[in-house]
Each structure stands twice: as C-alpha cells, then as structure tokens.
C-alpha cells in the first residue's frame, strides 16, 4: 500500500444563500494547504461540498414557488462558479442531495440502529425553527433561543436518538491524549470544557410532517434525518465509505476538517462520538478558525454588511485578495475586514516590499549587467547571511504551515524581503557598477534573485497566479520548484531576466472610490446600526464578537495592525525655521541606523535650539510627503497640553536611539 493521500475538507455550505468572504476563506484555506502539501510531494485529496437538505432550503424554495431541488441546484452552481474565480483546486464536490450521499447516511444510521446506539424516545423540549434544533428547559429562558434569540416552541413527539452520552468520556480521554485533534489549542480547551458538563443524547431524526426535505431513516419513513448527521456524513460518503472500501481506506482518517469556529462542537463532538459508534478512525485534526468581522460585527445579511469576495477580485485581483485573508488573519482568531486595511497590506507588503524589491533589482540589473545574472561563488558575509536565511526561512515556512499558522508562514518569508531590501541598500549596486566591482555586483544580483526565486516559490499556494509571473521575470520560469526540492544553489549558470514590469501596481488610495468604505463610513448607515440593535431588530449575537465585546462606532484594529505602525526613538541633531511658514521647524533626527529630515508644525511651540538633543517619537514607516516644498520622511508625536499648548512626546528616561515604541 502507498503512502496515505493527504485528505482535507471544508463544511458543506448551506446551499440557501450566497457565500461572502467568510466562507471563501474557509475554502482558500484549504485550497493553499492543498497546494503546499502536494508541493511537499504529498497525493492530495480536497473535498468540498454543499448542504442542501433542511428547514431553511425547504422554506426559501417554497417562498419561489419552486422545487428544494431546483433552488439547491441554482445555489450550488452559484457555489462552483465562486470556487472557479477563486482558484479553488477542490477535487470533489459533494452534494447531500446526491444518491451516493443518501445511500452512506442510511447506512450509517441503520448500522447504528442495529447496534443499539440509536434508540426513539418521546422528546419534549423547545424548539427553535430557525436553527432545527431542540433545546432542553435549563438552556432555554424565557422561550428564546440561545443561539439565535428568536422564540422558540414548546414541542412533545416521538424522536430517534443517538447515545452521545454512552462515547462521552472515551471522547475526553482521546482528546487529551491526542493534543493535535483539536486545533488551535484554545479551541480544544473550549471543547473540553463543553464536556466536562453531562452530554445528552442526540436527537437525530424530524417527523415527516414538519420537514419532508431530508433523507429519510430507512427504518422508520415517516422520519427524515436530523441535518447534521446528514451533513457530517459527508465526509465519509464522498470517499466511498462503506461501498467503495478500499478507496476509503487510502484517504480515511482525513488530515484535517477545517471548520469556523461557530460549528466546532458539531465536528468534535456530534462528528467523534458518530466515528466512535461507527467504529472509525477520527481526523488527526478538526481544525476551527475565527471569524472575518466587518466594523466590529459579524456579517449578517440583516446588518448589511456582508462582503462579496466577486467585488474585490474584480477591483483589485485574486492573488492579493488571497494573501490578504491569509496575511491578517492570525489563524484561529477573529480578524476585522476593511477594504482600508487591504489596500494598506497591499501598498505596503505586494506593492511596496516585494513587488519594488523585484522591480528595482530587474532595473539594476538591466542598466549595470544587460539583464544577464550569472551563477556566482558567494565569497561575502553579508550574501552568505542572505542564503543562510533564504534556507532557514524554507523550514520554518514549512513549520508554520504545518501548524495552519498562515500569517506566521507569510510573516517568515517576508523576514526574508525585508532582509532583501536592506541588503541591496547596504550593498549599494549602484555603487559597485560605479567603481566597476563586477565581482562583487554579480555576487549581489545572484543573491537576490536566488532569493526571489526562493520568495515566489514559497509563495506559490498563496498566490498561483502571480508568484510565475515574477519566476518568469527572473528568467526562471522553468523552475517551479517543490518546496521540497527547492535548494539554494539551482539557479542555473545563467539567467537572463526580463524587464521589470510591475506586478503588483500600488493602489493610488486618493483616486479611489470603495463601496464598501463609503457604507463602513456613512454616519446614517452607523446610526441605523444602533438603533437596530437598541430596538432589538438586530440581535447582539448577529453582532457577536471575540472577545465578546463589540464597538460599532469605532474601528478596532489588531494587536498586528498596531504593530505596522512602526513608532521608534529619535533624537533631534539639528532644527531651523521654514521660510515664509510661521508654523513649521524641518528637523534631521536621528533614529541610530540613519539620520532623516521631518518637518513639523510645531514652530510656535519651540525654539530651533531648545529642540537640539531632544528625543522624540519618530512614526518611521509613515509615507514621506512634501510639505512647502520640503521632503519630510516621518512624522513626530506630540499631544496638546492643559493650557492648549504642543508638547512633544518624549521618553520618561532617556531611551536607546531606535528602539521600538510599542
Ligand atoms: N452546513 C453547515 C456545515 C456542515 S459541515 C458538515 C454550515 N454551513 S454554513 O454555510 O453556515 O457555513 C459555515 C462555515 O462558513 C463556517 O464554519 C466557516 O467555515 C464559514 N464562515 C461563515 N461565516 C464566516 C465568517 N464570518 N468568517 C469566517 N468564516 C465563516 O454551517
């Protein structure tokens, strides 16, 4: 027998709405995890899929005066097409309402039946319509849903059960003995303490009566199963289980179930406890990522700020819209979406750091060695260290995506671009052509092009599109390389590059016209929000939030998105007055690497002089500006004092020059 195929999924969408950007990056998810298994040589398995039985669909495809069955298949075909603009290299598409799903779910259930795990019981309890769903009397206060917070019904009948309670403490004992089944680890310590309560049995069926849209219990067919175990199933069904079972054997157990956080207890619980009846392998892991939240809210239809991933791709390109979702989400926890934040990602990380890091290299290498990089012996420290990282940064990269650390893997190879940059300033090409230091000038050019080889190659799952592109600017196209395989040194013993042009164009923020700020900033719209929420037309879980503490009033910004703000000590050497502006001073402070102008308004304050060996906070990545006339690359902080007056803000004691201020 091979080696066993690397299985991964995503959940089976509801097929009774169209997707936003949350469900698109579930399946990116899984897409790029794909992409960089098979390019560690792995067989890759990709299955997704949708949901289509269920109260919901039954009811939206009577409001059209349709068949569930026709609405699902316009849905579904919704679903495909969204995954074909995203790239979504998925190798099967499962659909509930498929035979060769229905036949494994009565198998399953009957399998269970005979076995004595499934059992009926007459059930009383609340129930809650829009989430299909009993509650028992302790969870439910005063006849509202927990979950959804609309009314729920008082309802007594006949039901089928699964004994969920009876796997209960085998289901605690794997997961502590099994540290990587539930990821991340705040996930698993979320689960557990679910279990430690007593876990109930499992109401697995729905009288014909009251929902027919279902697969029906083969044992009793005034029943339809219960959606969830329907849909659960799916993960089985569509690799052949129990009809097909060799080809089950080489994919099950999957390698990952990557879910949103909002259906983990179904996959660790209601999903285990099943497996374990059934006798089956788990997942190695149920992986639970967080939620895109738009202005501090979920995204809900109701609130009206759901983001559609078709209207960024088509404004500014898949390949940043992927790296975007990846680069700003710390996986496993929420993250804010603004179309602001990605075009400063953009700017700052594709267009800025890499896409000008190729662009001036292809120049340089054009004007100083006619596009030609030749394979050199590296003799320098400063290359040396360049390969060293290259090569380091290909293991942890690796690292971190095994863990489904996407930011930090994304994070690592831009250690490298930014290592990149500095090099080139510090190697100053154009000096070196200048003093004609060939040898030293081919050694530069050779090692960063064998990095940006290494970037894109990396980069590849992330971005599929582009990251040939610039392999191909580098005259390298024909070194798609395995991550694998890739290795410093296999560049061949000449390349001749092309001439640079830009990939990743920068995004001019000030001509732009962004639907979705304009809405995020309309003040009306905001109000609306609030008095929607006040009037209890929009409930606080529609705009729950983690922590479970929400401003719609004002943008929250990540511990991250602080730290691109990169504030650092300076210390004033030299102040003068700005002709004909009464208000301005131009400074040179220096922040210990370098020693930079900044023109301030703060003339009325204080005196040229009084200025000189002051320390102040430097904001050093901000964009330089012209100001009358004069370059000012930074900016310093000041506040406003009790008697109206500028103050500049300075350490308490004095502080090494460039240090970080965080
Ligand atoms: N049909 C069930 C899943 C059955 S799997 C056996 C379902 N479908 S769903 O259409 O509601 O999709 C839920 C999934 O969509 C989440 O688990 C998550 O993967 C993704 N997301 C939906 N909204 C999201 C965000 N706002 N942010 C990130 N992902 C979210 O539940």
Known sequence: MGEKIYYITTPIYYANAELHIGHAFTTLAADIMSRFQKSLGKEVWFLTGS???????????????????????????????????????????????????????????????????IYSDVYKGWYCTPCERFWTNK???????????????????????????????????YIKSNPTFIQPEHRKNEVLGFLAKPLQDLCISRPKKRLSWGVEIPFDTDYVTYVWVDALTNYISAIGYPYDIDRFQKL????????????????????????????????????????????????????????????????????PFRYYLFREMAFGYDANFSEEG??????????????????????????????????????????????????????????????????????????????????????????????KDFEKLD????????????????????????????????GVSN??????????????????CQEPKPIFPRIDTGKLSSSISEAKNDNSKTNNLINNVEQGKITKNDL????????????????????????????????????????????????????????????QYYKPEELIGKQIILVKNLKPAKIRGIESCGMLLATTTDDGKFTIITPEK?????SRVK
């Open 51 to 117: 949901d289509e039985h269920g109260q919901k669909v039954e009811q939206s495809a009577k409001l059209r005066g349709i068949q569930p069955i026709e609405h699902t298949n316009e849905i579904v075909k919704k679903f495909k097409e969204l995954w074909d603009k995203l790239n979504i290299s998925y190798n099967d598409f499962i659909r509930t309402t498929e035979e060769r799903h229905k036949k494994t779910v009565q198998y399953v259930i009957n399998k269970l039946y005979e076995k004595g795990d």
């Open 139 to 173: 969870e439910v206060s005063e006849k509202i849903c927990p979950d959804c917070k609309r009314p729920v019904e008082e309802i007594e009948e006949k039901n089928y059960f699964f004994r969920m309670s009876k796997y209960q403490q085998k289901l605690v004992d």
């Open 252 to 319: 099950w157990p999957a390698n990952c179930h990557l879910v949103g956080k909002d259906i983990l207890t179904t996959h660790a619980v209601y999903w285990s406890t099943l497996l374990f009846a059934l006798e089956l392998p788990l997942p190695v892991t149920i992986f639970a990522h967080g939620w895109w939240v738009v202005a501090g809210g979920k995204m809900s239809k109701s609130v009206g700020n759901v983001v559609n991933p078709l209207d960024l791709i088509e404004k500014y390109g898949l390949d």
């Open 342 to 435: 990605f075009i400063t990602r953009y700017n700052a990380d594709l267009a800025n750091d890499f896409g000008n890091l190729c662009h001036r290299t292809l120049s340089m290498i054009k004007k100083f060695r006619n596009g030609i990089v030749k394979k050199v012996a590296i003799k320098h420290t400063t290359s040396k260290e360049i390969e060293n990282l290259a090569t380091h940064v290909k293991a942890e990269f690796i690292n971190s995506m095994q863990k489904y650390a996407f930011n930090e893997a994304l994070q690592k190879v831009w250690d490298l671009i930014n290592k990149l940059n500095k090099y080139i300033d510090e190697s100053a090409p154009w000096t070196l052509a200048k003093n």
């Open 443 to 474: 050694e530069v050019f050779y090692t960063v092009i064998e990095s940006i080889r290494f970037v894109a190659n990396l980069l590849i799952p992330f971005m599929p599109q582009t990251m040939p592109k610039f392999l191909e600017q580098i």
């Open 479 to 496: 070194q798609i390389t395995q991550i694998s395989e890739l290795e410093w040194g296999q560049l061949s013993g000449e390349v001749k």
């Open 544 to 603: 729950e939030l983690e922590p479970k503490q929400y401003s719609i009033t004002s943008e929250t910004i990540t511990y991250e998105d602080f730290m691109r703000i990169q504030l650092v000590v300076a210390v004033v050497q030299s102040a003068e007055k700005v002709e004909g502006a009464d208000k301005l001073l131009k400074l040179q402070v220096n922040l210990g690497e370098e020693t930079r102008q900044i023109v301030a308004g703060i003339a």
């Open 654 to 658: 004095p502080a090494q020059i460039g």
